[in-house]
């Protein structure tokens, strides 16, 4: 496992490639942090400077974070039980710019009544806007939790809202 950690304008972003793939994209106000995070989560991860595919990595996650809308196209290295795994799938097939409630997730993967633990799942995703768990909210409406801060959830539901009133498709000009 590689690590490495930048800017991104959300703040400070760790990314940690396997060689399966894109394992954790991490976002922070503090690099300290993030870099604790990795070694609790990756113990035996090394990081890294100057690495071709850590800088290609970083700037795809980059460019994810900002533009949450587009897909990253790396390949993922997804860790977790089979329902948390679920949970991410199903929240990949959420549009951007919309939400769904945490019921609403449990209902959609057919576990009604397994809100709680949609937002368990939710919390153990270590792929920030890759897998967009910012697109969750509760059920009142409110922005609830978000492991990476309620201040970027909300920012990226802005981000998204706005990508959705403009066609992005260079196409779309011509």
């Not at 697109?135 to 990226?156: A, E, F, P, V």
Request: with cysteine.
């Amino acid at each position: 496992m590689r690590v490495a950690i930048g800017r991104s304008d959300l703040g400070f972003m760790l990314v940690a490639l396997s060689g399966r793939g894109l394992a954790a994209l991490m976002l922070d106000d503090d690099a300290g942090a993030l870099q604790q995070g990795a070694e609790q989560l990756f113990p035996a991860a090394r990081l890294v400077h100057d690495d071709m595919d850590m800088n290609r990595c970083m700037d795809v996650a980059r460019a994810c974070v900002d533009a949450p809308w587009q897909p990253s196209g790396l390949p993922l290295d997804l860790r977790g039980t089979v329902f948390q795994q679920q949970v991410w799938q199903a929240l990949q097939a959420i549009p951007y710019g919309t939400t769904l409630s945490y019921a609403g997730l449990a209902e959609r993967i057919g576990r009604p009544g397994a809100a709680r633990a949609v937002a368990g799942a939710c919390a153990a995703n270590r792929l920030a806007v890759v897998i967009p768990c910012h697109r969750i909210i509760g059920r009142d409406g409110s922005l609830s939790g978000y492991r990476w801060g309620t201040h970027r959830k909300q920012r990226l539901l802005e981000m998204e809202r706005a990508a959705r009133l403009v066609p992005h498709d260079p196409r779309a000009y011509s």
